[in-house]
């Protein structure tokens, strides 16, 4: 009983992915979750390119893991002296954390660990494949069954994608014996339904996206639950969901297929040469895929992995370039600027240059404005902007895509200079390059979008700017992954104009989001925490939850504390509205503390008689006549 408890419960934790036909896209689809069928496929092929030996590195980080139990280290023991790659199914149906810290880690996208265990996800996957090409000769037409239990609102999910596609995030174990399947769907209760999946394996099925196979024969399970197991990434039609008698199961017809949307295909195939599989180190597209999935951390640390091992000048000047980009988002600018200075130094000692070269530079100008724009040196800005269109445009054939991000962040540029017009016909110049050389749903489009919002909100028309806001979201929930951090910016960016338009309640749900992302992607001290702190709080001022909003008043001074310099103005503000917001409350005592810092600071910064000062005096001395 127990081990079938363990594995119900494994059963129970299999991520579905639901793609959607991406030739009906429209702004109102809230729900996309094609990109984790994406990024799963294109994190599939960079472990099976890796080819290094990690058998002592996942070793390590299990030990870690497991420090405080000792059966896994016991387990971990075993593994460390008796593993073969051809006995990986064995060790994957072992009651053990194994399969369960691999599926966690494939459900959730969880690069960090997939990386550290990745010998095994290749042995497992290439041990399946091995069975397939044995066993296929021997297809018939067959039908296998997989029993669990699923959450209304994953069963409703499935219920609303009747005749489409769904893909499987992990590892997938059926069974041919239907008996097996009914144990582990059990019955429905209130929170859960009972399912039972029939899967159809067409014998005419030829090529697949991952491996399945008999696993009867290296099974720690034996001839018992006669299983089959599928690799991760297996893609099935729905084709039918029925009940045939009230409080069984419900019946989920799938069929075995290796078909999923043009578009989508496009979109993969977009990325995959992108982030150049097969062509570059496996650690390399590994780190260009952490940055596009918005995981910017393991993406330094495979990048400086690969810097490593580059041996060509050319590939490190590449991977330099990346590494600033990456720092860049984080806003460690110190750092970005080492990095892009450093590359931009190499490319001058370059004998010999290529087109790409140019390219490559041009790129890197680009990286150096972003970071100029971010310490608002708006001339510098230009000035590096100006050089990376001019390199381009002295080639016979200019890199579009550098010429977008050049338009873009000029629109940017014109945009907080309040040159809408300039701003808007540099926007209009990105998006009809992107439009040209991308897939519909790319994420740098969505970006376009997202800018082209912003000047409608200044320009307080805020309709326009929703239509736009609401593309831009969209595209990006159905490329990126719904915890990138741009889609933070979607969502705080639609705060912002349903705030302007006095619709506070919904201002905030959306800010919570973005706020949530954050939370989980970016650094604690990150600055855009303090941008969305400040938009919680005047949100709850609005709203008159003045104790919500002195609880980020707080969070908003630490991070200022940290990151600003200890001249910074905001540090003053900040201390005289949190003393504006106790005494509000009739905190008098904090207040009085709050509103004195306010006075030291103003006095130390600008001098006892400046009219800050003055102004946070008088302040500190209402507040001490209401004690």
Same mark, same amino acid.
């Given at each position: ?21 991406? =030739?009906? !896209?429209? @702004?109102?689809?809230?729900? $996309?979750?094609? %990109? ?8 599939? +092929? ?122 499987? =995030?992990? !590892?997938? @174990?059926?069974?041919?014996? $239907?008996?097996? %399947? ?8 209130? +929170? ?232 808007l016909f540099n926007y209009q110049k990105a998006l009809d390059i992107g439009i040209e050389i991308y897939p519909a749903t790319h994420p740098d489009i969505g970006t376009i979008y997202m800018n082209i919002g912003n000047v409608y909100q200044a ?88 104790n919500e909003s002195l609880d980020y008043q707080y969070k908003k001074l630490d991070i200022y504390l940290a990151t600003l310099q200890p001249d910074d103005a905001k540090i003053g503000i900040t201390y005289n509205t949190i003393a504006a917001t ?46």
């Amino acid at each position: 009983m127990l081990r079938l408890n363990i594995r119900r419960t494994e059963q129970e934790t299999v991520s579905f992915n639901f793609i959607d036909d991406l =030739s009906s !896209f429209s @702004s109102n689809q809230t729900n $996309k979750q094609e %990109a984790a069928f994406m990024y799963m496929q294109l994190l599939k +092929d960079i472990f099976i390119e890796m080819k290094d030996d990690s058998k002592s590195e996942m070793i390590l980080f299990c030990r870690q893991q497991y420090a405080d139990n000792y059966y896994a280290l016991q387990f971990i023991n075993d593994f460390e002296q008796n593993y073969e790659s051809h006995q990986a199914i064995n060790w994957y149906t072992r009651e053990s954390f194994l399969y369960k810290i691999l599926n966690k880690a494939l459900r959730t996208q969880d690069i960090e660990v997939l990386y550290k265990i990745r010998i095994f996800i290749r042995n497992l996957h290439f041990h399946l494949l091995e069975c397939f090409h044995e066993q296929k000769n021997n297809s018939t037409t067959r039908l296998l069954y997989r029993g669990q239990r699923m959450s209304n609102s994953e069963f409703r999910k499935i219920q609303n994608n009747k005749g489409g596609l769904l893909s499987i =995030s992990n !590892f997938f @174990s059926t069974t041919e014996d $239907k008996s097996v %399947a009914m144990i582990y769907a059990g019955i429905s209760n209130d +929170d859960e339904i009972a399912m039972m999946f029939e899967i159809k394996i067409e014998s005419s099925l030829t090529e697949i996206t991952s491996p399945f196979a008999n696993i009867q024969e290296f099974s720690n399970f034996g001839q018992a639950e006669k299983e089959w197991l599928f690799s991760f990434g297996c893609v099935f039609r729905i084709v039918d969901i029925k009940q045939n008698i009230d409080n069984q199961p419900w019946y989920i017809h799938l069929v075995l297929t290796n078909e999923f949307d043009k578009q989508l295909k496009m979109m993969t195939e977009h990325f995959r040469s992108d982030i150049s599989i097969g062509l570059l180190l496996p650690i390399h597209s590994l780190g260009k895929l952490s940055y596009k999935m918005g995981i910017y951390m393991p993406a330094i640390e495979y990048y400086e992995m690969a810097l490593k091992s580059e041996s060509s000048w050319r590939g490190k000047i590449m991977i330099l370039k990346e590494i600033g980009q990456t720092y860049e988002r984080l806003a460690l600018f110190d750092n970005a600027l080492a990095c892009f200075s450093k590359a931009i130094t190499m490319h001058e000692k370059l004998n010999d240059k290529q087109t790409n070269d140019y390219h490559r530079l041009a790129a890197t100008y680009v990286g150096m404005a972003a970071i100029f724009t971010a310490k608002q040196d708006k001339n510098q800005s230009l000035n590096y902007l100006n050089e990376a269109l001019n390199t381009e445009i002295k080639l016979e054939q200019p890199n579009k895509e550098t010429l977008l991000n050049c338009y873009n962040d000029i629109g940017f540029i014109h945009f907080t200079e309040q040159k809408y017009d300039e701003s808007l016909f540099n926007y209009q110049k990105a998006l009809d390059i992107g439009i040209e050389i991308y897939p519909a749903t790319h994420p740098d489009i969505g970006t376009i979008y997202m800018n082209i919002g912003n000047v409608y909100q200044a320009q307080k028309r805020y309709e326009d700017a929703l239509e736009n806001m609401r593309k831009s979201l969209d595209i990006q929930l159905t490329s990126l992954p719904v915890d990138h951090p741009d889609v933070a910016r979607s969502f705080n960016n639609i705060s912002g104009i349903y705030h302007s338009m006095g619709h506070y309640e919904d201002a905030l749900t959306y800010c919570k989001n973005a706020l949530n992302i954050y939370m989980k992607r970016m650094p604690e001290n990150h600055p855009n925490r303090a941008v969305l702190y400040n938009n919680m709080i005047e949100l709850y001022d609005k709203l008159g939850q003045l104790n919500e909003s002195l609880d980020y008043q707080y969070k908003k001074l630490d991070i200022y504390l940290a990151t600003l310099q200890p001249d910074d103005a905001k540090i003053g503000i900040t201390y005289n509205t949190i003393a504006a917001t106790l005494a509000a409350l009739r905190r008098f005592d904090e207040a009085a503390e709050y509103a004195l810092k306010a006075v030291d600071f103003t006095t130390r910064v600008f001098g006892a008689n400046h009219p800050a000062t003055k102004t946070c005096a008088k302040n500190l001395e209402e507040i001490l006549n209401c004690q």
